[in-house]
């Protein structure tokens, strides 16, 4: 609907009059953006971008020497921002990616939100998170859960400060506008500190469900998934494969998803998270898929092809995986390479929107 070189002045004069008027009265016609709006695949405005752990500890550190952590303010995390995404505190257009950082004895306040959260640790110990009234321990390798309007704080029983990842689903819900926030007591009760919480004691055990617990329900109630399941499950999918029975993903690439153990499905409605283990030396086929993912290396090192560019990665380095941008993982030839991954996964599955693509086979 471009205007013919027969337009006369007086037909032109009276398009962009038309446009003056759209204008005026907020309105935008399709036929000048359709590009942007539908294309062809998804082009995203995030960017694939690296965060060293190497920065990123020291600064954290530097943050809990200079900025207190209290009432108000909340918690002492510091957000990886796409570089793509304006400035905005977001590590993609859907997820929120934060280093949280708690000093010697430090206690961060209860609140609640319907954003849904997750930790993982990378080092360290003494902090424990109380969700809903639950105190569940922090150690390294521990995946832990903060489903959405559940009440939740942090305290460090230790006199060493701690460091680890957070994962909301902040963006998506800010950018739905369904944000919910509450304050919880301003006082923590940080007397007891059992090594397991009441949650895993009740839902922790491999395929056992509490019969008076029966049902389905959004999120796991699982408030902690500890390195030692989660190391052992890897090593033995690799034990098996060497054995020459069935396990791994692919060959020489463990993999295991987080999963709530009243549906089988992901452990959040919004968001998903998987542990992935290559050989030394191995290669993944390159895949792609509809919405983002993040990445943080637990141990070993590589490197990754993702877009145009390639990275090298090594201990706690974090890097996104912006959607529709094809990923090759490249373990070093040393030692294996451990990998934390999250993604945003459940939104686009249950509004029939996901796709993924494996070395140019598509799936639906
Ligand atoms: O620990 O409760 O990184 O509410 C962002 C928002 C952590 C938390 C974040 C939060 C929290
Ligand atoms: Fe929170």
Redesign the pocket.
């Given at each position: 609907m471009t205007t013919t070189s027969a337009a006369t002045a007086a037909e032109q004069a009276a398009l962009a009059k038309l446009y003056r008027d759209f204008d005026t009265e907020h309105l935008v016609p399709l036929w000048t953006q359709l590009g942007d709006l539908m294309p062809a695949q998804p082009t995203s405005n995030a960017r694939p971008h690296c965060w060293r752990w190497s920065t990123l500890a020291p600064m954290a550190r530097r943050a809990g020497d200079l900025v207190p952590v209290g009432r108000g303010g909340?918690?002492r995390?510091i957000a990886l921002a796409n570089p793509g995404l304006a400035g905005a505190p977001y590590v993609s257009p859907t997820m929120?990616a934060?280093i949280?950082y708690l000093g010697p004895h430090e206690t961060?306040p209860e609140?609640r939100?319907s954003q849904n959260?997750f930790r993982f640790v990378i080092e360290g110990e003494g902090v424990w998170t109380v969700v809903d009234g639950d105190p569940v321990a922090m150690r390294r390798g521990d995946f832990l859960l903060?489903p959405g309007w559940c009440f939740?704080g942090?305290y460090n029983t230790t006199g060493k400060p701690m460091t680890w990842l957070?994962g909301?689903d902040?963006p998506f819900v800010r950018q739905t506008d369904s944000a919910f926030f509450e304050f919880g007591a301003d006082q923590l009760d940080t007397a007891p500190t059992p090594h397991l919480s009441r949650s895993e004691r009740l839902w922790a055990h491999p395929g056992l469900t509490p019969l008076a617990q029966h049902g389905p329900r959004p999120s796991s109630p699982i408030a902690a998934y500890r390195w030692e399941h989660t190391d052992r499950a890897l090593t033995d999918q690799l034990e098996l494969e060497d054995q020459g029975f069935p396990g791994v993903v692919e060959p020489g690439h463990a993999a295991i998803r987080f999963t709530n153990p009243t549906t089988g499905g992901d452990v959040l409605p919004t968001l998903r998270a998987e542990f992935h283990r290559l050989r030394p030396g191995v290669t993944t086929a390159a895949t792609r898929e509809v919405g983002s993912s993040v990445y943080q290396v637990f141990s070993g090192a590589g490197r990754i092809m993702l877009g145009d560019e390639e990275f090298r990665v090594e201990y706690g380095d974090l890097f996104v995986v912006p959607s529709w941008q094809p990923l090759t993982v490249i373990a070093d030839d040393n030692a294996e390479l451990d990998l934390f991954r999250f993604s945003d996964t459940p939104i686009f599955e249950a509004l029939h929107q996901y796709r993924r693509e494996t070395s140019s086979v598509v799936t639906r």
């Open positions: 909340e918690r995390a929120w934060a949280q961060a609140h939100h959260a903060t939740h942090h957070d909301l902040i």
